[in-house]
């Protein structure tokens, strides 16, 4: 814990072991060690090593402005980009894991608000409170109170959020504008199949571009298919046992997402999400259903939101928002702990937040960023984000916990295989049983 941001109560813990050492005859080193003040990391040397699965364009982007930011407030500290690759998480939560269980963390990474947090590093006593750093740094007053809910638990706070994704969205070229409605209730599933259907019969293969190498991205389809057919109410009743795992809801949206396998490319097996959305730009394809990471990933490649692409939420979903938020943590044991705690402030931060998010495709997590500075699509999500109804994402942590959304995940693989809704329904609702109980 960074000294400077001890509570009195955490001042009298402190100095009380410490002066326990003296008393026992250590030395004053000894003293200092026992007061937390032995790390060789002040706020201008040593390393920080940041753990993300940023590589992709937009997401490695916005890093890097954050990490400028941090550098010019901290020139002295090397930092250590230690980004494993593949969306989602996919492979930087087993390397994560590894490394934690080992007791070798990094000195911050990236873990979404929620379960992915909550119900794993937090529940096996790995990470520090952050609360103290809230409170010194004032984010009660701009960061909403339901993002601190979901970063929360107990009476402490255990990781900031930098910002706020929407999975719930429909990418489409300006060759896919026709496949969707742009507004209200015209904006459903049975047009969108058509529209697909349209776009197939006047000659693109592949209208709707997936890249589901993850499996997550099947869930993606799914749960955004959920709150179509089901509402945010229904959906959000699914992980608290209000709504049922074989309800009709759920194999209705299993089914929509059946429909929109016969309108995918047919290599979607091995590709990434940011594959998949290249596919818009060579023309390939004319619309994806991702988070707005999408929208970064084009405009690092030189598209412009509204001209070259425009979005819409994912067809049948408008007024709902699907919560997808990073967030950093202060693992125990980091190795650099202050410039750790410098990290995290500059997550934290305005500067910090506008830097990153106009890159990363994501609106800020604090409400003092001015919209100003983002995309129109971004200023969009902005004001929508204050209205909608909100809900969590399985495929990105918050929802439920690890076991159950990568149990999805691989139900979802099997999918896109075999095709059987009934069997899919079945297996839900075991997972369900299993690990939402
Ligand atoms: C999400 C993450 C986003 C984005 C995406 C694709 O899980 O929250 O920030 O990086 O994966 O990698």
Request: one cysteine or more.
């Amino acid at each position: 814990m960074d000294p400077r941001t001890w509570s009195r109560r955490d001042f009298v813990k402190r100095a009380g072991l410490a002066a326990g050492v003296l008393a026992a005859g250590g030395s004053f080193a000894e003293f200092l060690a026992a007061c937390g003040n032995n790390a060789t990391t002040g706020g201008n040397g040593g390393n920080l090593e940041i753990f993300s699965w940023w590589t992709a364009g937009g997401e490695a982007d916005g890093l890097a402005e954050m990490f400028k930011i941090y550098q010019q407030k901290y020139s002295g500290v090397k930092i250590i980009n230690a980004a494993v690759g593949g969306g989602a998480g996919t492979n930087a939560k087993t390397v994560l894991a590894t490394r934690m269980q080992g007791g070798k963390p990094p000195d911050s990474f990236q873990v979404h608000a929620g379960q992915e947090l909550i119900s794993t590093w937090v529940k096996a006593g790995k990470m520090e409170p952050i609360t103290s750093i809230w409170n010194s740094e004032g984010w009660d007053s701009v960061i909403p109170k339901d993002l601190k809910t979901i970063v929360s638990s107990g009476s402490d706070v255990w990781s900031v959020p930098v910002n706020v994704h929407r999975g719930n969205a429909l990418w489409l070229s300006a060759k896919g504008a026709s496949i969707a409605s742009s507004s209200g209730s015209s904006n459903n599933l049975d047009n969108f199949i058509s529209g697909l259907s349209k776009a197939k019969a006047a000659g693109i293969q592949a209208p709707l571009a997936l890249g589901s190498s993850g499996n997550w991205e099947i869930t993606m389809l799914l749960e955004n298919n959920l709150v179509a057919v089901g509402g945010a109410d229904f959906y959000k009743g699914l992980f608290t046992g209000k709504s049922s795992w074989t309800d009709n809801n759920v194999k209705s949206a299993l089914t929509y997402v059946k429909q929109m396998f016969d309108y995918v490319n047919s290599d979607h097996a091995t590709l990434s999400w940011d594959q998949a959305a290249k596919r818009l730009q060579d023309g390939t394809s004319a619309a994806t259903i991702m988070g707005d990471w999408a929208k970064g990933y084009f405009t690092a490649a030189n598209w412009t939101a509204n001209k070259d692409f425009t979005a819409v939420p994912s067809p049948g979903t408008g007024g709902t928002y699907m919560i997808v938020c990073d967030t950093f943590g202060l693992p125990k044991g980091a190795p650099d702990h202050d410039n750790a705690v410098n990290w995290l402030k500059v997550c934290g931060s305005k500067d910090g937040q506008a830097a990153f998010n106009p890159k990363k495709g994501s609106i800020p997590a604090r409400t003092d960023v001015p919209s100003s500075i983002f995309d129109p699509i971004a200023q969009q999500f902005i004001a929508e984000f204050k209205t909608d109804k909100l809900t969590p994402s399985i495929a990105h942590g918050s929802a439920a916990p690890e076991a159950f959304a990568s149990g999805v995940n691989d139900e979802m693989g099997q999918f896109v295989q075999k095709r059987d809704v009934a069997a899919s329904v079945t297996s839900l609702a075991k997972l369900a049983d299993q690990f939402l109980k």
